[in-house]
T-cell receptor
Framework: GQNIDQPTEMTATEGAIVQINCTYQTSGFNGLFWYQQHAGEAPTFLSY????GLEEKGRFSSFLSRSKGYSYLLLKELQMKDSASYLC?????????FGRGTQLTVWP | GAVVSQHPSWVICKSGTSVKIECRSLDFQATTMFWYRQFPKQSLMLMAT?????????EQGVEKDKFLINHASLTLSTLTVTSAHPEDSSFYIC????????????FGPGTRLTVL
């Protein structure tokens, strides 16, 4: 089976940094993805990791440790528009398996 | 960038009727598409993998006779919810990967189904 775990909710203030963690136990692994989803909309792609280490993309960075089954998404210089659900997904044989999502609320 | 469309955006139907949802890749070909379901405040649950020219592959616990999938061409997959019931009300989202590189999946805008 696939087990992907991330916190349900997080809050932070504008301009701050927030780290959203994701742990996974899956039968196979071929990459980890982070998506952003606003309410009622489809997820949009943020980042992808397949090798251990940090991938940086502007205000967003994502880290992966395959031996620990662990990833995090780091959001810097938070803006109000970053309030959304952040989904961690593991790819196995081409299929994506998602965590429950972390609802991030950014306060002014 | 890659665009995946879905039609309709939302649909309301009576219990017992069937509803068809279309998923199209607009600027690329997709031999594989994926169908997900998302209940309120829940994550996306993979329902099935749609394969062009062959039968769909369903995830465990998903009834293939209830959720009919047809991948008619390299740019179109359809999901038909047969004999819909109120418990089928959900947000249905499709995705398609772009081959090569990371094979990142791009998602359609979703279809909100409400069964009365």
């Amino acid at each position: 089976g696939q087990n992907i775990d991330q916190p349900t909710e997080m809050t932070a203030t504008e301009g701050a940094i927030v780290q959203i963690n994701c742990t996974y136990q899956t039968s196979g692994f071929n990459g980890l993805f982070w998506y952003q989803q606003h309410a009622g909309e489809a997820p949009t792609f943020l980042s992808y990791n397949v090798l251990d280490g940090l991938e940086e993309k502007g205000r967003f960075s994502s880290f992966l440790s395959r031996s620990k089954g662990y990833s995090y998404l780091l959001l810097k210089e938070l803006q109000m528009k970053d309030s959304a659900s952040y989904l961690c997904a593991v790819r196995d044989l081409g299929r994506l398996y998602f965590g429950r999502g972390t609802q991030l609320t950014v306060w002014p | 960038g890659a665009v995946v469309s879905q039609h309709p955006s939302w649909v309301i139907c009576k219990s017992g009727t069937s509803v068809k949802i279309e998923c199209r890749s607009l600027d690329f070909q997709a031999t594989t598409m994926f169908w997900y379901r998302q209940f309120p405040k829940q994550s996306l649950m993979l329902m099935a993998t749609s394969n062009e020219g062959s039968k769909a592959t369903y995830e465990q616990g998903v009834e293939k006779d209830k959720f009919l999938i047809n991948h008619a061409s390299l740019t179109l997959s359809t999901l038909t919810v047969t004999s819909a019931h109120p418990e089928d009300s959900s947000f249905y989202i499709c995705s398609a990967p772009i081959a090569g590189g990371t094979d990142t999946q791009y998602f359609g805008p979703g279809t909100r189904l409400t069964v009365l």
